[in-house]
């Protein structure tokens, strides 16, 4: 098999999580991979992740402060494409292997930074350890959310129902106040996803440019990308349609504790399919569901919740009377997003996930055979798959070093390869400029990744259908869809397919996630398509695996259940409940996949004129979530750290604590951390106390040594607590109730674009997370705000040649759809969605008939 990256090569001086992870996805597809460490190897060797981040590289020992070493680098450097490196902003100038230094002798490399926050900030030089910037950030508080509502938070608006007192039972997350501390490491993971993305549109600019660029992206960045949805701002909130009981704490969301003891996930909750199914003493696995216009069926506005209160003992009761299986296999023939919380082992032991190859069996020196996640994204013309084990610590070292003198002999480096392909695309022109985009997507799995397409310069064209409307005017919806053009086709109508294939035939790549049997049924599959356009680049993305769970709905949700994502966060090895997190990259992972599968077919496409097939699927970016799990085939595992069941952290030292007022996080790494801490908290006698001196020793004593700390650190408030820590080098944070607030706001992060801001027509001034990375030569663009549904098929089919009188006919008769159209023709009923106060209207409907 010969990967899309198989003539790349890649220098990896990364380490912890997001580096190691992006790097680990180029070997995946055929890049050579030299891991470059420190004498005495890479200082996070010790964690079971690096079992499968490190998989398929070659590792090299180099003392880049020996001067033999440094030149043998550097003659390296020359023979690279990639070079990734997280370093804190500034050490690379002082090892003299900075990204100015490196271009010079090598024009076309590509240069990675993954920092903690970025360089040349107020947070740049802060401890980038994962849960320092979850806590700085204020990502701890967002995991469950707030009583009032995201948008509300931000806002600094009151929680809209405070009477409304919400049983501890019926929500998830720990029950305490305070914020929730998550297994996943969402800021290094929204890192790797962001500069996998990064680092691929820079070698796809490449191609038109023959240069190479620097990338840059951070922890922050990677919190801003999982907070999207709730790090979103609107000026006219109260905008109908546009909030929703989603993204807050109060409401339940639909976890429920079966008969047998396990969980399972019925996301969005349904009461008739939950009540009507379990009425009887058997489960009625195929219950008279005409779902879609289901009276019960809970809405999308705020006030749902009143409704949701209602159900919740009701649904809890009927969900207890059979068993998780049972319920499983009742919801995939009704076809219910209902799936069972299970941990990252049993996902791993799943034998339709290893059928799929989302999950790959490999032998370990050390583990014997195991089970890790396998193949992210699949690429029809540039098959791959995983490479072999990880290496032992300088276990390339000669052969590399081989290389580099064989390398250092050559003559140097002459100007850049000239440029080749389309015009556009130049230097200081966004990547993908001059790429047609057809989005067909929905939710937002599929329109994420259409998204971060646009953003780096695509030409995106939203395929909207007549009743799109519904959904885009909820707030979650306008994460996923700025910088798209809209046209409103009614795909059955043969003058609006045909209008659909005419873009086709002009068009770069088809992107779309409905169910793959509903686009064949359409004549809109690849197959059928590829007739058409034969460099067509068409990206599907599931919510599955393929094979029988392929057809069923997938979210975010289920795919968190499958995985282990869930399981983990919730802290359920140590007793917690399943925790469905908000930051989480479920769907947009999947987006993100997706969008590196599409620019790495065009990179192909480039090269060879031939267009493809790319897939992946929610699962796939839940599997890679859960990536620092390793399992044997039967399930069972490996000792690895996991958090506790009331979500405070993973042990004394890697944890949050609340203070007298508000909440610190601490990362103590090293034995120099603990020592500085404890003697800031007047613990020092500890230091030598035989129970607390080393790191086994406080292993063992875990809870008592948390105690002592939670005690003391009660007796003062979180900034002034910090202010003594931080004197003392101690890696700490206050968790951030306020950082949200202030994010918009920041000049600094306004200047690059990390945060943008546009005037919308419904909800007044709109302020989103903006790039999610940063591109040196050909920087992204944010081209417009969140769509209207239609606003551009007039424009677009004008352009297509059609008369006003054609377009007016087409719109008379429903086979096109504008903004604004004066009526709408009436929906089947079982297509019918639900409006925003549907679950309360049916409500009051039958109260009233008592």
Known sequence: MTGVL?????????????????????????????????????????????????????????????????????????????????????????????????????????????????????????????????????????????????????????????????????????????????????PSLGAFFNASVGINAALRARELTGRGQWVETSLLQGAMAGAAGVWMRAEKAEAPGFDSWILGSKSPKGHFQCKDGKWIHNWVPNPRFILQASAGDKLNSSPDLTVQNDPDRFGTGPEELLVMAHYQPLLAEAIKKFTAQEWTEAAATAEMTMQPVRSPEESLADPLFLKDGCVVETQDAELGTIRTVGVAYKMSANPSKPGGAAPKVGQHTAEVKAEAAKAALSRPSGPPSPARGRGAGGEGRPPLEGITVLDLGLAIAGPFGTQLLSDLGANVIKINGLYDLFW????????????????????????????????????????????????????????????????????????????????????????????????????MARGGKPLWSFTSFGDTGNGFLSAVAVIQALYHRDRTGEGQFVDTSIINAALLNTSYAVARPDGTGFERPRIDGMQYGYSAGHRVYETKEGWLCFVLATQEHWDEALSVLHLSELVKDPHFATHEARKLNDAQLAKLMAVKLKTRTAAEWFAEFDAAGVPVEIVSEDFSRKLHDDPEFQKRRWVVSYPHPVVGKLDQIGLLFDLSDTPGAIQGRPLLVGEHTKEILAGMGYTEEQVKTMEEQFAIGFAGMPRMPPRPAALQPAAPNAGMAGLLERESKK
Not at 109 to 129: E, F, W
Not at 148 to 174: C, M, R, S, T, Y
Request: charged content about 25%; proline content about 8%.
């Open 6 to 186: 198989a003539k790349i090569r890649v220098l990896d001086l990364s380490w912890g999580i997001a580096g190691p992870m992006t790097t680990m996805l180029m070997a995946d597809h055929g890049a050579d991979v030299i891991k470059i460490e420190p004498p005495g190897g890479d200082p996070y060797r010790g964690q079971l992740g690096y079992k499968v981040w490190q998989r398929g590289k070659r590792s090299a020992v180099f003392d880049l402060k020996n001067a033999a070493d440094k030149d043998a680098f550097l003659a390296l450097v020359k023979t690279a494409d990639v070079l990734v490196e997280s370093y804190t902003p500034g050490v690379t100038g002082k090892l003299g292997v900075d990204y100015k230094t490196l271009s010079a002798l090598n024009p076309r490399l590509v240069y990675c930074s993954i920092t903690g926050y970025g360089r040349d900030n107020p947070h740049s030089q802060r401890p980038a350890y994962d849960a320092l910037v979850a806590a700085r950030t204020g990502l701890q508080w967002e995991q469950r959310g707030w009583p009032e509502g995201a948008l509300n938070h931000i806002l600094g608006k009151p929680d809209p129902f405070p009477d409304l007192d919400i049983p501890p039972d019926w929500v998830q997350g720990a029950p305490r106040p305070g914020p929730l501390f998550p297994a996943s490491y969402w």
């Open 472 to 571: 885009h005017r909820v707030h979650i919806a306008y994460m996923a869809n700025r910088g798209k053009k809209s046209i409103t086709l009614n795909l059955k109508d043969p003058r609006a397919m045909k209008i659909f294939l005419d873009l086709v035939a002009k068009a770069d790549v088809v992107h779309h996630n409905m169910r793959y049997d509903a686009a064949e049924r359409l004549k809109i599959d690849y197959e059928s398509l590829k007739k058409i356009n034969p460099k067509l680049i068409y990206c599907h993305t599931r919510g599955f695996e393929t094979g029988p769970r392929a057809g069923l709905p997938g979210n975010d949700q289920t795919g968190a259940c499958l995985s282990g994502v869930q399981y983990e966060d919730g802290g």
